[in-house]
């Protein structure tokens, strides 16, 4: 859960943030595609192209992190290590150029964002795969839904609960299991308050509070590298000087 939570962070932090900045969201397809095709309804071909590159910049970083995954012959740790790894430099490449770029075209705007397309591509893909498809860090569709029917799960025992008492009859038995929820909830609020923070930072402090989740994504980096290390010998003696 705090991985997932820690992740969700970054990505909300990434997606505000590089809105601040460039003027589009990074972290999910959802809106690239719906400005490309508003685009391609106004008769804006070079426009249309830049959202649709959004759209392949994100698909080409989870392709690159699922090959990480699937072609490496590290440890499985190591390898989410590698993907984190890349992702952290990933930022800090967009950091160094949106720092050299004085631009203000959208069309330069939009190639500076294809990087933070990538990076949450690669991020969305290896979590993708850590958790079996169950959770998603970079957006919060996929994750409202699950609360919601998590939450609709809950009212109807409580209800079945409250009528079983009024009844005096049988209790409607344990309750749903609270993890899932309690997942649901960190990844959710983890990305709303990545989201203002990446917002407030940037809008004050420009490319530089990009340095915020390349930190972040660098530590949960260096905690998959630990994680993948052999572990270490007991140091008991042996038994025949522990006689």
Same mark, same amino acid.
């Given at each position: 859960?705090?991985?997932?939570?820690?992740?969700?962070?970054?990505?909300?932090?990434?997606?505000?943030?590089?809105?601040?900045?460039?003027?589009?969201? =990074?972290?999910?397809?959802?809106? /690239? +595609?719906?400005?490309?095709?508003?685009?391609? #309804?106004?008769?804006?071909? !070079? &426009? @249309?192209?830049?959202?649709?590159?959004?759209?392949?910049?994100?698909?080409?970083?989870?392709?690159?992190?699922?090959?990480?995954?699937?072609?490496?012959?590290?440890?499985?740790?190591?390898?989410?290590?590698?993907?984190?790894?890349?992702?952290?430099?990933?930022?800090?490449?967009?950091?160094?150029?949106?720092?050299?770029?004085?631009?203000?075209?959208?069309?330069?705007?939009?190639?500076?964002?294809?990087?933070?397309?990538?990076?949450?591509?690669?991020?969305?893909?290896?979590?993708?795969?850590?958790?079996?498809?169950?959770?998603?860090?970079?957006?919060?569709?996929?994750?409202? =839904?699950?609360?919601?029917?998590? /939450? +609709?799960?809950?009212?109807?025992?409580?209800? #079945?609960?409250?009528?079983? !008492? &009024? @009844?005096?009859?049988?209790?409607?038995?344990?309750?749903?299991?609270?993890?899932?929820?309690?997942?649901?909830?960190?990844?959710?609020?983890?990305?709303?308050?990545?989201?203002?923070?990446?917002?407030?930072?940037?809008?004050?402090?420009?490319?530089?509070?990009?340095?915020?989740?390349?930190?972040?994504?660098?530590?949960?980096?260096?905690?998959?590298?630990?994680?993948?290390?052999?572990?270490?010998?007991?140091?008991?003696?042996?038994?025949?000087?522990?006689?």
């Amino acid at each position: 859960m705090l991985v997932a939570a820690h992740l969700a962070a970054t990505a909300g932090y990434v997606n505000s943030g590089g809105y601040v900045l460039i003027g589009s969201f =990074t972290s999910h397809v959802t809106g /690239s +595609v719906g400005r490309f095709a508003g685009d391609v #309804a106004d008769g804006h071909v !070079g &426009a @249309s192209m830049s959202a649709l590159s959004l759209t392949l910049a994100f698909f080409g970083g989870a392709v690159a992190s699922s090959l990480i995954l699937e072609l490496s012959t590290a440890r499985t740790a190591l390898r989410y290590c590698l993907v984190l790894a890349a992702e952290a430099a990933l930022l800090l490449v967009f950091i160094f150029i949106a720092g050299l770029s004085r631009a203000t075209h959208p069309r330069i705007l939009d190639a500076q964002a294809t990087l933070l397309c990538v990076a949450m591509g690669m991020q969305n893909a290896s979590v993708t795969r850590l958790s079996g498809a169950i959770v998603r860090t970079t957006h919060l569709t996929g994750v409202v =839904t699950d609360l919601a029917i998590e /939450s +609709v799960r809950w009212y109807r025992w409580y209800q #079945a609960l409250l009528l079983s !008492g &009024a @009844s005096h009859g049988q209790p409607p038995g344990p309750p749903p299991a609270d993890g899932k929820i309690r997942l649901l909830l960190a990844i959710a609020g983890s990305f709303v308050v990545g989201a203002v923070l990446g917002a407030v930072l940037t809008a004050r402090a420009s490319h530089w509070a990009m340095c915020v989740p390349a930190a972040a994504v660098g530590a949960a980096s260096a905690f998959a590298f630990y994680q993948g290390l052999p572990a270490r010998p007991s140091a008991s003696l042996p038994p025949s000087e522990g006689r």
